[in-house]
Nanobody, 125 residues
Framework: QVQLVESGGGLVQAEESLRLSCLAS????????MGWFRQAPGKEREFVAAINFDSRSKHYADSVKGRFTISRDNAKNTVYLQMNILKPEDTAVYYCAADQPGWGLNDNFEEYDYWGQGTQVTVSS
């Protein structure tokens, strides 16, 4: 059983940056591909970014491409989401998730096995 805990959310102004972290425990972190998803009030959960087990492959939603960067440190059991040039429409609860096999890059939230509790990101205009 894998436990995931996100941190780093907060309130920022448009054009500013935030870095989210997600610490994993209870499993072998490098066995999993990792993803970030977000959900705004009244909207469905949407894919943001994914990274495979060895960081060689990454996948981004079109809405964040060029602004967000996903990375991971397997020695620290942590996945990150660096978010730059934030926009009000990025406001949402952000979730990290773990998926097997580790080489996958799923953008479908139903494919992920484990989820964190989420961290709120609010971007003011």
């Amino acid at each position: 059983q894998v436990q995931l805990v996100e941190s780093g959310g907060g309130l920022v102004q448009a054009e500013e940056s935030l870095r989210l972290s997600c610490l994993a425990s209870g499993g072998t972190f490098s066995d999993y591909a990792m993803g970030w998803f977000r959900q705004a009030p009244g909207k469905e959960r949407e894919f943001v970014a994914a990274i495979n087990f060895d960081s060689r492959s990454k996948h981004y939603a079109d809405s964040v491409k060029g602004r967000f960067t996903i990375s991971r440190d397997n020695a620290k059991n942590t996945v990150y989401l660096q978010m730059n040039i934030l926009k009000p429409e990025d406001t949402a609860v952000y979730y990290c998730a773990a998926d097997q096999p580790g080489w996958g890059l799923n953008d479908n939230f139903e494919e992920y096995d484990y989820w964190g509790q989420g961290t709120q990101v609010t971007v003011s205009s």
